[in-house]
């Protein structure tokens, strides 16, 4: 792929959760309450309402969540809506990520998702015959389908057949027509910058009469005047919300998303502006007018007018099954983008990049002044612009440093959110930490981690300082508790003002070492403490221990909790597993959601080391044991290579091989019963 079509990728994926974190604080209100509180919104109002810009958002983690059939499915050219169905399953934890949990027959996606619980496939799941006129009529369609547009760069075809297949997973009829209408316009816009021209492109791929009647009324209100606030009370006065049936629907959305699209010209800021005041789904809304006119007007449009890249930083989170994968950017989404679309197009795939490489020019990657910087800070502002993040250090001499960091899990104020935060660390004890710095003599530098500590509170982990060169270092152990922030600190022994680059920021591999053993919990009135969350648990009761470490139960099969990274690859999971009633239960490795992984586990009086691939459940070895799930038992599950291997008790417990899953988190399953595990050992093995 081309470096021009790349950025426009990046474009694209960043004005996406620019609009949704603009339209995000006033979700849901009315243009006349809108107009009235803040007026015209052409800025972040978020700080007037005492909310953080970045939250997680079902419009971002559905977006790049749902996206992920493409890689997990080995990319194929024509896409299924029953691949998209299990994608769903392995992703969304019920009740907890990416949807909105209204409930069976008023939430549309709830409703696909129980359908695809119960065994239905898509597209019936979304369709109008099984969910009545209304339900699969709902904006949803077009809010997740951007990744799948954007992978199909100048191929409008193609991309119409995978955001239709997408969408039909939970909606039918007009919403997908109106979903394949923007998709369209989305692949167009790598190469043709006229909305109007997109447009007429655009419709040729719609079949649904009443959407090509509100797209040609809609047209003609907007070629009669400038000011859209008049054409916002025609969409009101003719397709609000009170002419459809259902809580968000799909024409009034799309009819202000044309508007902004038609009205804004190429101002990219003034296109979110418009999408946000209008009202209704207004982060919905906004995102896909700040895809698309990423995409069609390129960078360069989103550094015209208000800093809104500033405080946003490429930061997003990705709530999801696959717990390390939720704390990203819009640089590691690009990626996956682009190696979609070679791929699609039999493309090289791309060369591999170091987590943080600030890959196109502004990149950031959630690097931002630390905000727990003790003392003076010599850290001014950062850029890029494309060697690297710059830096610009003042008054650096002793007693005052500079320092950097970005994001390795959840920040505090993520709670907020109306949708739950479940993520894992990206990052942790036992991994090398590597930095490539371009740096004046006389500047010193090293890395740190911010982490949580039982009581909630930030502790800080420092590494040596160097005075030339890259740094390397070794995260110290801290018995579980997770990393929060990871830095970069400047210092000088004399008086330095200027700037460095970070070139990148790496490390890959399973820790060497990483071990929570004993009881953690402090008080029995907070059993939600930070470094429990650094599990993603899709087992229905899931808390720390009063007597060992952490406790489990899920009364159906397949009850999973999980932490760490597609980065631990060859590695062994150990812990003492104290069992109470169960079907089976033990420990899980190579885990890429909930329902793909590698389990070592005891059933009855055999120890079983399983694969599971979506529905299929495949027993790999199958080992009798004196004693099975019951009691106090020490299990060790062994991951190199194609090789997996089982111990209990010290005692070998069986050994296959398979090569169907080659990194994942590591962690739990338990079926229909409860453990309790005492410690958790994870050692990277050769």
Known sequence: MDRATEEKIYAGVLGKILGVYHGRPVEGWSYERIMETHGEVDYFVNGKMNLPIMLPDDDISGTFAFFRALEDNGYPKRLDPHTVGKTWLNYI?????????????????????????????????????????????????????????????NDPDRAAQMVRAAASVSHDGIALDAAVLLGTMEAMAFSEPSVDKLLDRGLKYVGNNQLLSVVDQLRNQCAKTDDWHRVRAWIAGNHGYDHYDGPCHMVPNHAIVLMALLMAGDDFGRSLKIATTAGWDTDCNAGNVGCLNGIRLGLA???RGPDLRGPVSDFMYVVTADGAAGITDAVQQTRTIVAAANALNDEPAPAARPKYGFDYPGATQGFALCPRHVGRQGALRLGNAGSGLSVELSGLSLGVTGSVSTPVFVEPFAAQSSFAMVASPTLYPGQTVTAMLDRPAGVKARLYALIYDRDDAVQRLEGPWSDAGDLAWLVPDTN??????????????????????????????????????????????????????AWVSSAKHFAPDFKYTLCFSHPYENGVATTGSRDWDNYSVASSLDYSINDGAGLVARARGHRRYYAGMLRGREALIIRRYDDEVAVLSRVPVEVGAEGKRDLKLTVAGDRLSLVVDGRAAGEATDATFTSGGAGFIVEKGTIVADGFLVHAVH
């Open 93 to 153: 934890i019920e009740e907890k990520t990416i949807l909105w949990w209204g409930g069976l027959g008023r939430s549309t996606e709830h409703t696909a998702f129980l359908h695809l619980k119960n065994g239905i496939k898509a597209p019936l799941t979304g369709s109008h015959q099984l969910n009545g006129p209304w339900i699969p009529a709902q904006i949803g369609a077009q809010i997740f389908m951007d990744g799948f547009a954007m992978a199909n760069p």
């Open 480 to 533: 579980g508790l997770p990393l929060y922030r990871l830095g970069i600190e400047f210092g000088s022994d004399g008086r330095f003002d200027g700037a460095v680059t970070v070139q990148s920021v790496d490390w890959s591999g399973a820790p060497v070492a990483y071990e929570t053993r004993g009881m953690l919990v402090k008080s029995i009135w907070n059993l939600t403490p930070f470094w429990t969350r």
């Open 301 to 303: 449009a989103l550094d």
